[in-house]
């Protein structure tokens, strides 16, 4: 397959002083269009890739357009009656990212029907956040953090077989240092990505991405720096992973590193006054926690010959089980603890067999497929939610072959909905890096 070149997309420069619209002139861009597309640099000794995508040329616009939003707001901004988004404290923030994708499966290494690596990648995001003033204490125990939801927008220069994914998601953000102008924050997000072109049998070089949907998980840190009393440039890097948990194999996954630019514009003209309270020393207490989870794993069984869809659908079985957990509250954000599970695996000893091209599944008895875990356990709460760590040990489980460590990895995030009633998602993980299932669950804490 040929990889179509494309120019003449954009010619941006700095506008030469003259129109006096703006305070900050150096910002307006003079921008020159040529076939509605927008020309990227790319420092490559291979050919140019095809992105001649209606949707990505769209994005390229609108993040102009957005830049200069934010500019024309910040330079004319006048007393105006009071509205929703300046009482909350309401901004809208914008970011672009040109990165490395990690070479951590075949299919990103060149085993591709590109027969290129997939080695860099462009994101464009846009969200819309809070600013959280100490009104509650947890606010001002994180130093007054942003949050709210986002949309990602990525391009892996190979539409055909990876698609254009697109991400919504939660987002948190608090600094480590708050100046007068300037701020090192670290970011956090989380959600789900669609539009991908996943493994299918029109696909089949692409086991890095099994499913349609999977996780959007963004860890990263800025620096933020305000120019004008509503709009800030911040400048920083993340980390980024999509997978599917294993609920469709195969689930190699993607990740990413980059930097990272972007503007804030706030709607609130005003100066932001923090609350500050007193901090009482904490009282340290216990806490039992009892839940059940549940989920599915798959399996392909590809080397078999079975029909092609089934061989590409694979096999999914069910997870699930009970975890109770004894904590101790050792601040207001951290809690320490040991907990123990217990769980049935149904893709454990199953057996399989081929009728007519198709799979026929033999489960094994059940108690073979029982796993007994014990773990010790770190909770960080963040008001109603807590991220879960939990390095785990199997110490119960029939011996079977090709069997995963005894030593695996549990993270996880959970949200307190009423009282002492909680759910949450957990991922059940070995080698830090293979997702093994994901675990949905409801329990209950006992004070």
């Not at 927008?38 to 001649?52: C, F, G, H, I």
Request: proline share 4%; hydrophobic share 35%.
């Amino acid at each position: 397959m040929v990889k179509k070149s494309y120019k003449n997309k954009y010619a941006i420069r700095p506008q030469v002083p003259g129109f006096g619209l703006f305070p900050c002139q150096s910002l307006i861009f003079n921008l020159h269009w040529s076939d509605s597309k927008l020309q990227v640099a790319r420092n490559k000794t291979k050919s140019p890739y095809n992105t001649d995508c209606v949707f990505f040329r769209l994005g390229q616009k609108i993040s102009i357009v957005i830049l200069l939003f934010l500019c024309i707001n910040a330079g004319n901004a006048q007393d105006r009656n009071t509205d929703s988004f300046r009482n909350k404290k309401i901004a809208l923030q914008f970011s672009y990212q040109y990165g490395y994708v990690f070479p951590t499966n075949d299919f990103v290494r060149g085993n591709n029907a590109e027969a290129d690596t997939v080695d860099d990648f462009q994101s464009f995001a846009l969200k819309i956040t809070k600013q959280t003033t100490g009104k509650k204490l947890w606010q001002q125990l994180y130093n007054y953090p942003e949050y709210g939801l986002g949309l990602y927008l990525a391009d892996f220069y190979n539409p055909e077989e990876i698609g254009f994914p697109i991400a919504v998601h939660g987002y948190f953000t608090a600094p480590f240092f708050r100046g007068e102008r300037l701020m090192l924050n670290y970011e956090f997000g989380l959600g789900m990505a669609f539009n991908w072109k996943n493994y299918s049998p029109s696909n089949p070089y692409n086991k890095a991405i099994g499913a349609k949907y999977t996780v959007y998980l963004d860890l990263g840190l800025k620096l933020e720096y305000r120019i004008y009393k509503q709009l800030s440039m911040d400048l920083g890097f993340s980390l980024t992973h999509f997978s599917n948990g294993n609920l469709k194999e195969p689930n190699y996954g993607l990740n990413t590193i980059a930097p990272k630019i972007g503007a804030k514009y706030n709607f609130n003209p005003e100066h932001l006054h923090f609350i500050e309270q007193e901090i009482r020393k904490y009282k340290k207490h216990n806490e039992w926690y009892v839940a059940v989870f549940g989920g599915l794993k798959n399996i392909l069984y590809d080397s078999l010959n079975i029909d092609a869809s089934e061989k590409f659908e694979g096999e999914s079985y069910s997870v699930f089980g009970i975890s109770t957990i004894f904590n101790r509250q050792i601040s207001y954000k951290s809690k320490v603890g040991i907990g123990l599970d217990i769980a049935y695996d149904g893709s454990l000893n199953a057996q399989v067999a081929v009728d007519k091209g198709e799979l026929d599944v033999h489960y094994a008895p059940f108690i073979e497929n029982i796993l007994v875990s014990a773990f010790p356990s770190y909770e960080l709460e963040i008001n109603r939610v807590s991220l879960i760590f939990q390095p785990s040990f199997y110490i119960y489980r029939k011996d079977t072959k090709n069997q995963s460590p005894a030593f695996y990895q549990r993270i996880g995030l959970k949200y307190n909905f009423y009282e002492n009633l909680y759910m949450g998602i957990n991922l059940r993980a070995y080698h830090f890096s293979v997702s093994d299932f994901i675990e949905w669950n409801i329990g209950y804490r006992i004070k």
